[in-house]
């Protein structure tokens, strides 16, 4: 054998040489060199912004007509055909201009991030799913255009109405943070809940219970025949409160939500908390959980959902498309508000939690930010709502739009169950002002623990009501309040 | 001609050098710079905030958590990857029972199972999670069903549902997929150490064991050593990252039972906004892997060996 040990010089070995610099390249890539090479920009100029064009009434933004416009997508339960097809009406109404350039990403962060940081972010993006950028810090940095311009302009259905004022309720304000600038416009509607197959629930010949002894007889009753009658989301337990949430406004008030959200001190400490985590701790305790549900990640669950194992399991409307590969055509997909504890309730049955879904925003560093509005303004038509809702069987942020095309059941019943609620709906805000806090804390470390049976409801109460202190005493959090 | 000479090595070494400082030296100072702003990641301004970052890092017990998950795994995968990889690779090459025509030969079948060994290798470590993912599905997985096929339907973990489960779950997967190198590394090293000290071992009597510890083991120690700092590194950095961001809850848990350090970073850097803070955590991470290769590097050290 040759000699494999370098020189016996005593210098540095060859092999030496080669594991320090393997080591000090391996360290450096996933680390920290990246994260530092996109900062190299410091403070990039970025594009010039382009000329604004001249304002008229087709063009009420006053969009520069030969201007170029670029839009990201995220590429998640909705797809991107919606935009797509949004994107050829722009595109016909200013002919002049090249074609919008359009990309869907899953990776919306990690593409989008560098891009803000080095000041040429694109015109109009769809900031959703995963790898959301954390609102919050986009408009603490100024990094948002206000659309304020946009929802004083007059529709594109109608030139006598404000897009304003065909919005459903709630959309502008959860745009808002903090005073009067609107910063995000929520696309989708979505209404969470407790969703559950109406056939499979006739099997039982069964109604959706409204209140906690009547779903607990249920859930009895299912275990019997061998099915358990909850899964949710195992691996992302903030799919927990889409019916947690307003279960427990149906209990204490929706006073109770908002503390929550401001971060009160004590509000995890209200009584019909500690009473809405009971009730749930009981279906863990009682076995009406699917086996190994902790386990399981969002398809998952669903997909043993849809094949019957469970009954009801929390979610938002996007289920309706992203279940629609394994959902039997019988399935009868239908949503209820949570039900309610005892008649002690402070809120009727239907509470229900609808808020908007899909934060579009437009970058203030965009180069075209005319031209972005623009494209949200033709989103919020009538039509190009009406085509959303028909594609991706969801409601659109545009109030209307329904009519005249043959909902599908999920869909349908959504909007049932929001004239039920009427004036009771809850919009809990923890989700888009603390994103951390909602997800990894209250959801992984808190209900988490607690469905798995890992925790007992009053020290999961203990656990959240810490995370929340922690974030209200955290200076580099930004803080929000119900106003 | 001796003059000349040191503008002539210079020249030849002023291109290399110079790319050396500025795709690795220079991304480490300005890391290290980074570590005492507030910049954001989504923002090109930032100002300068002295050791905040650092007080809070200290304070911060989910760092704390990946910083211990981290170590165990920079202990514990070499120890795992390297023993199964030394044996693998002994029964493969001098593990056999003395063939005709051959005094030292592996095992019947070596060459299949150096394949096999090899072949996790191939694939992605993404693909690798991935697929690890559905197998410790406790509802429909493999893993489960399988138990219950050999009437076991009372044993059903939670697998990565179960915070005490978790973190071995993510590494078994990872030993399972590096294991295939080393073993391929290591024959590579048994190729080359002369036949004729296994014959002169044999006609002495030794057994497997014996040609092992006293043959194999201190003829490889070199290349054990580069790959147990390589197997280090790799379970403190990407491999790690990949099977805890894809296979586990959260990513990170059930309950922070596997968050390591790159993720940490990453989740600082592209969830919550804080780049500078991600940064710090990998000022901690940079740390923690030099001194986990000098102190490798310093067990390792002793008298070179010839022969």
């Known amino acids: 054998m040759g000699s494999t040990s370098g020189h016996p010089n005593g210098g540095l070995g060859r092999r030496d040489l080669i594991k320090r610099s393997a080591a000090l390249g391996l360290v450096t890539l996933p680390a920290t060199g990246f994260l530092s090479a996109c900062a190299g920009g410091g403070g990039g100029a970025g594009g010039p912004k382009v000329e604004k064009g001249e304002v008229t009434k087709a063009n009420p933004l006053g969009v520069n007509e030969t201007a170029a416009l670029e839009v990201v997508i995220f590429d998640g339960g909705f797809g991107q055909q919606y935009a797509i097809d949004a994107e050829k009406k722009y595109n016909a109404a200013f002919p002049e201009a090249p074609e919008v350039t359009h990309r869907a990403t899953q990776k919306i962060q990690s593409e989008l991030q560098p891009r803000f940081n080095g000041g040429t972010p694109p015109d109009l993006i769809d900031n959703s799913g995963a790898e959301q ?7 603490g940095k100024k990094q948002l255009a206000d659309l304020t311009p946009l929802l004083d302009a007059p529709s594109i259905d109608d030139p ?128 009406y959980v699917l086996r190994g549900t902790p386990g399981l990640d969002h398809i998952q669950s669903q997909t043993a959902w849809t094949k019957g194992r469970a009954l009801f399991i929390p979610n938002g409307s996007w289920v309706e498309n992203e279940a629609a590969g394994t959902m039997p055509k019988d399935f009868d997909l239908t949503v209820s508000a949570p039900s309610g504890l005892d008649a002690s309730d402070r809120m009727p049955f239907g509470t229900l939690w609808a808020s908007g879904g899909e934060p579009f925003i437009v970058p203030a560093k965009a180069r075209n930010v ?62 888009d002002w603390y994103v951390k806090l909602q997800k990894e804390q209250i959801g992984v470390a808190g209900l988490g623990e607690m469905m798995a049976g890992r925790l007992t409801p009053t020290e999961a109460v203990s656990r959240i009501q810490g995370f929340a202190d922690r974030a209200a005493q955290d200076p580099s959090v930004r803080k929000y309040k119900h106003r | 001609m001796q003059h000349g000479k040191y503008r002539f090595i210079a020249g030849f070494l002023a291109a290399p050098l110079g790319l050396y400082a500025l795709f690795v030296v220079w991304p480490f100072v300005q890391s290290i710079y980074y570590s005492f702003t507030d910049w954001t990641g989504l923002s090109p301004d930032f100002s300068v905030v002295g050791l905040d970052n650092y007080a809070r890092l200290w304070d911060d017990d989910v760092f704390w958590t990946s910083l211990r998950h981290s170590l165990l795994f920079a202990l514990l995968l070499p120890v795992l990857t390297i023993g199964l990889a030394l044996f ?15 005094a030292v030969s592996g095992v019947r079948g070596s060459s299949f199972y150096k394949v096999a060994y090899f072949f996790p290798q191939v694939l992605s470590i993404a693909i690798v999670a991935l697929l690890f993912q559905f197998a410790y599905n406790p509802e429909s997985g493999a893993i489960n069903s399988g138990l219950r096929a050999i009437g076991l339907g009372g044993v059903q973990p939670l697998w990565l549902g179960d915070p005490d489960l978790a973190l071995w779950c993510v590494m078994a997967v990872l030993v399972w997929s590096t294991v295939g190198f080393f073993v391929v590394l290591f024959s590579a090293g048994m190729a080359s150490i002369p036949r004729d000290f296994y014959e002169a071992a044999l006609l002495d009597g030794a057994g497997r064991i014996t040609t092992f510890f006293r043959i194999t083991l201190p003829l490889l120690r070199d290349t054990i050593q580069s790959g147990w700092v390589y197997m280090g590194i790799l379970a403190l950095g990407a491999e790690s990252f990949a099977v805890v961001q894809i296979m586990t809850t959260g990513p990170g848990g059930p309950d922070y039972s596997t968050t390591v350090l790159v993720l940490y970073v990453y ?29 490798v590097m310093r067990l390792g050290r002793r008298e070179r060996l010839e022969y």
């Open chain 1, 370 to 431: 005319e031209g972005g509005m623009e494209q949200l303004r033709i989103m919020l038509g009538e039509e190009s709502s009406r085509n959303f809702t028909r594609q991706v069987k969801s409601l659109t942020a545009f109030d209307g739009g329904t009519d005249g095309i043959g909902l599908t059941p999920g869909l349908r019943s959504g909007v049932a169950a929001l004239e039920r609620a009427g004036e009771n709906v809850v919009n809990p805000r923890l989700q």
């Open chain 2, 88 to 102: 693998f690779a002994f029964m493969i090459n001098v593990g056999g029972r003395p063939r005709r025509g051959a």
């Open chain 1, 160 to 287: 006598g109405r404000k897009v304003r004022d065909t919005l459903r309720p709630g959309i502008v304000e959860m745009g808002q943070f903090d005073g009067a600038p609107v910063w995000i416009l929520y696309y989708a509607y979505t209404v969470y809940g407790v969703w559950y197959s109406r056939t499979a629930l006739d099997r039982l010949d069964a109604q959706y219970p409204e209140t906690w002894d009547e779903m607990l007889a249920l859930c009895e009753k299912a275990k019997r025949q061998g099915i358990a009658g909850w899964t949710y989301a195992g691996k992302h337990p903030y799919y927990l409160p889409f019916s947690l949430y307003p279960f427990i406004a149906k209990i204490g008030g929706r006073e109770v939500l908002e503390s929550i959200d401001n971060l009160e001190p004590n509000a995890w400490k209200h009584p019909a908390v500690k009473a809405a985590f009971e009730a749930y701790y009981e279906l863990q305790r009682k076995g």
């Open chain 1, 133 to 139: 950028m954390d609102m919050g810090v986009l408009v």
């Open chain 2, 267 to 295: 989740q600082s850097a592209f969830r919550d906004g804080a780049a500078a803070y991600a940064t710090t955590i990998g000022v901690a991470l940079l740390v923690v892997t030099l001194a986990f290769a000098a102190v």
